[in-house]
């Protein structure tokens, strides 16, 4: 009985702490010098806005974050300094990172759910939901935006949270080179061109190529990367045109069982392995191959006539992503002679999808003067995008068992033409009600279609076709009270909305043909209460948050490499956040993140005991953890300064335990990591232009071999992917002006 009191507590301390700051520093000096963490811009709200000011809960990573954090190959590298945002690294290149805002996301055992994703402003989620962040170009990143809390709301569906990767326009002639070399088998290089050409003409042009052998066999990797940005500021006037596209092939070593990660957290399992020799059993050599190409264009007028239309932004964006990954599926599954009817559903063992996908975001800002220095900002605006599938299913093997290669591409399984589409409008006004208080409300109506058509309709697999639509409304209110420059305390609540993926509602529970149309999208409540305060290089974040959340998704059955899912209830998600750092003199800093988390089921259910599974028997009772959470997580830096251009620090992060499935049968321990930094940034002299980047890492310095992220409510028990013991990371950048 004392656990719901144990809960209660962490909110109703900090609320505490809350209100003790606010009382304490509204009676500071208003006249204080901004920080440079104020003076970061972002563009949440459709319009730029300083950091200090916004009224919900909102990061910033910047390019020294980045650059210091690793070889700026995955976000996981930097984003553990970002409170209330768990991205754990797969150590799988066939595999996204797991990512999670406040707990939404986390019911997704691959890729990105539940979160909006963008780079330069072009949607790296789909309209249903699904996302990819493998093709972010972080080298040529000047800042990465994380937006948690009701605000998101703002963004459409399946925005739990935001992540938003943020290039700029050169500021010097450069040229450079950039090599890293590291632990098991990392190989980088890059090159890139900084152009500013005159006339409000600058160019930015970057190609890199990654190997990497990984730590486990099967986890080997390659991935080139090329992106290109050329803008066009002048006057009233700015254009900016995106180009990036990725080919990534990678080898799949899947996740280890318990007992397989306590015996030897190196290893991989075997049926990712590649067979010997024809006829070998249960070797299936899984892997993914990755391609994308996109492009985006955005123009941005100011209107100077003094009237109230102030500016207007078109964002237009298309793209095409195609994937092929070989899967573990068993033979049995896809072929099975002793149960013809149900083996005829078996959509293969080999995924192979070709999608395009295309948008288009246009929006008006509009300011009014209502005297007395205040104002008030209204953004409107429309978005709408389409994302069209041509998506088929192979056999993972050829011949008969005797000589049987597994691991290829064999007889076709599944053959279908999925199309999703949204369309939204939205609008945010901000009012200055007076001097300290301000108001903020905003509204974002859509509408999220699915249409499938099925041309793979044989023996028992019958018509799959389906067409399905979900609409939604989502209102988000603020009230801000700012008592001086350097405090900002504020109140949120918004409506959230999350719709099932394509992939959720393929497939019907029962049995029968057709789209799942009993699935329900789920809805979520959200509120928060948050603090930021700045002051001579200090600067402190907090904030409380709640989200109750109806009908939330989960698994249904498994049974013949078909999973279904249905609304499982209530959730519930609260917890606090906190970010600080501290200057500790001319040559010393530090810097502190901190989250708790209590992301547990409103309602009881029952899921599947073992696999196949057509009825769910297991129960999982009301107050269970949602899989994939964790309840603690923390990062904290304390960095030295000794010369101008040299830096070393040292990381600890740390997390609590993680639970690998909803019913909390097992989970994966919690840990600490230590990590050392040294970077060195040399002016070389005037006989030898240009100027050298240096950076060194050592990672997970006591050499602990934990787990680094889990596979959840994985089927096969394979729940837990390890984290490499020691290792380490030299990187060098020559930077030539011209």
Request: glycine letters at 10%; charged letters at 20%; hydrophobic letters at 40%.
């Amino acid at each position: 009985m004392s656990k719901p009191s144990r809960r209660n507590r962490p909110p109703g301390r900090l609320l505490g702490i809350v209100a003790a700051l606010a009382a304490a520093f509204s009676a500071t000096a208003p006249a204080a010098a901004q920080d440079d963490v104020q003076t970061v811009v972002i563009t949440a709200s459709g319009a730029e806005r300083r950091l200090f000011d916004t009224p919900y809960a909102v990061g910033v990573l910047t390019a020294e974050d980045l650059r210091t954090a690793g070889p700026q190959v995955n976000l996981s590298e930097a984003l553990a300094r970002i409170p209330g945002i768990v991205a754990s690294n797969r150590n799988n290149y066939a595999q996204d990172l797991q990512i999670n805002s406040r707990g939404f996301g986390a019911r997704a055992s691959f890729g990105v759910r539940g979160m909006r994703l963008y780079s330069d402003g072009i949607p790296a989620s789909g309209p249903d939901g699904q996302g990819q962040v493998s093709h972010f170009d972080l080298a040529g990143a000047a800042r990465v935006e994380v937006l948690r809390g009701p605000f998101t709301a703002l963004y459409g569906s399946s925005s739990g949270g935001v992540i938003s990767v943020v290039s700029a326009a050169p500021t010097e002639r450069t040229v450079a080179l950039s090599l890293d070399a590291g632990s098991a088998g990392l190989q980088q290089w890059g090159l890139s061109l900084d152009a500013p050409l005159g006339d409000g003409l600058s160019l930015r042009a970057r190609v890199s190529k990654l190997q990497v052998d990984g730590f486990r066999p099967q986890s080997s990797a390659e991935r080139s990367l090329g992106n290109f940005r050329l803008g066009w500021d002048r006057g009233p006037d700015r254009v900016v045109l995106v180009l990036n596209a990725i080919d990534q092939p990678a080898l799949d070593p899947l996740g280890l069982t318990r007992a397989q990660f306590e015996a030897d957290p190196d290893q991989t399992a075997g049926v990712a392995l590649p067979q010997e020799a024809p006829g070998q059993p249960d070797r299936f050599n899984t892997r993914k191959n990755t391609a994308q190409e996109q492009a985006g264009l955005s123009w941005r007028h100011l209107f100077a006539d003094g009237g109230a239309l102030a500016q207007s932004q078109v964002s237009v964006y298309a793209g095409k992503r195609s994937v092929t990954q070989w899967q573990s599926i068993p033979v049995s599954s896809q072929f099975n002679p002793a149960n013809p009817a149900q083996t005829e559903k078996q959509p293969g063992g080999v995924i192979d999808f070709d999608r395009s996908y295309q948008g288009v975001d246009a929006r008006l800002l509009w300011r009014w003067s209502l005297g007395n220095e205040r104002s008030v900002q209204l953004v409107t605006g429309a978005s709408a995008e389409t994302s069209r599938e041509d998506r088929r299913g192979f056999e993972n093997f050829i011949g008969e068992p005797a000589d049987r290669v597994l691991g290829v591409t064999g007889r076709l399984r599944r053959d279908e033409d999925n199309r999703v589409s949204s369309r939204d409008v939205y609008a945010q006004v901000e009012a200055e009600l007076s001097a300290q208080w301000a108001a903020t409300l905003g509204l974002r109506s859509g509408r999220v279609s699915y249409e499938s058509t099925d041309r793979y309709i044989v023996g028992g697999n019958l018509d799959d076709s389906g067409t399905l639509s979900y609409s939604y409304t989502n209102p988000v209110a603020a009230l801000q009270w700012r008592p001086n420059a350097q405090l900002n305390v504020y109140l949120s609540a918004g409506r959230g909305f999350e719709t099932p993926t394509l992939n959720e509602l393929a497939y019907r529970p029962d049995g029968a043909a057709g789209f799942n149309t009993d699935l329900k999208a789920q809805t979520s409540r959200q509120v928060e209460l948050g603090a930021k305060w700045r002051r001579a290089g200090l600067w402190l974040d907090a904030a409380l948050f709640e989200a109750r959340t109806d009908d939330e998704i989960g698994i249904a059955t498994n049974r013949g490499g078909r999973s279904t899912f249905r609304n499982v209830g209530r959730t519930q998600r609260r917890g606090a956040e906190l970010a600080l750092a501290v200057p500790l003199g001319a040559e010393w800093r530090a810097r502190l993140s901190a989250t708790w988390l209590d992301a547990t089921y409103t309602d009881g259910f029952a899921v599947c005991a073992a696999l196949p599974c057509l009825t769910p028997t297991l129960p999982v009772p009301a107050g269970n953890r949602i899989a994939g959470t964790l309840q603690r997580s923390g990062y904290a830096e304390l960095a030295w300064t000794p010369l101008p251009r040299l830096e070393v620090a040292a990381e600890v992060r740390g997390q609590g335990r993680l639970p690998v499935n909803d019913v909390n049968s097992d989970f994966a321990s919690g840990h600490g990591l230590l990590a050392l930094r040294a970077r060195w940034q040399v002016q070389l002299p005037a006989q030898v232009p240009g100027r050298l980047d240096l950076l060194a890492r050592v990672e997970n310095l006591a050499d602990r071999r934990v787990v680094g992220s889990v596979i959840v409510n994985e089927g096969n028990g394979r729940f837990f992917e390890p984290a490499p013991g020691r290792g380490a990371l030299v990187s060098a950048r020559y930077i030539l002006p011209f």
